[in-house]
Nanobody
Framework: QVQLVESGGGLVQAGGSLKLSCAASGRIFSINAMGWYRQAPGKQRELVAIITSGGSTNYADSVKGRFTISRDNAKNTVYLQMNSLKPDDRGVYYC???????????????WGQGTQVTVSS
């Protein structure tokens, strides 16, 4: 089985920083893209940032210049450095990864359990 475990959420004042981590474990043959999504109360889950296995990145317009996504392929871990946090950044942040558990099998999307980020004004 594959598990994604997030950590690093919490409460921070506006203008502050947090770093989220997400480690994938279990029967993993290969990981393709990894990403972070967030869901604010009453809103749909939205993409925050994504990074391919080769290191190419893409960000939501609302976080460009403030957030940085990175990954450590040796550790099957993806990170999200969040700077200059705003109250609108609050929500539950979910890790996502496209993983195949065996050579030749298709990649499947796996999700973490989510970590809460709260930004006070």
């Amino acid at each position: 089985q594959v598990q994604l475990v997030e950590s690093g959420g919490g409460l921070v004042q506006a203008g502050g920083s947090l770093k989220l981590s997400c480690a994938a474990s279990g029967r993993i043959f290969s990981i393709n893209a990894m990403g972070w999504y967030r869901q604010a109360p009453g809103k749909q889950r939205e993409l925050v940032a994504i990074i391919t296995s080769g290191g190419s990145t893409n960000y939501a317009d609302s976080v460009k210049g403030r957030f940085t996504i990175s990954r450590d392929n040796a550790k099957n871990t993806v990170y999200l450095q969040m700077n200059s946090l705003k109250p609108d950044d609050r929500g539950v942040y979910y890790c996502n990864a496209d993983i195949t558990v065996y050579s030749g099998l298709p990649y499947e999307a796996y999700w973490g359990q989510g970590t809460q980020v709260t930004v006070s004004s």
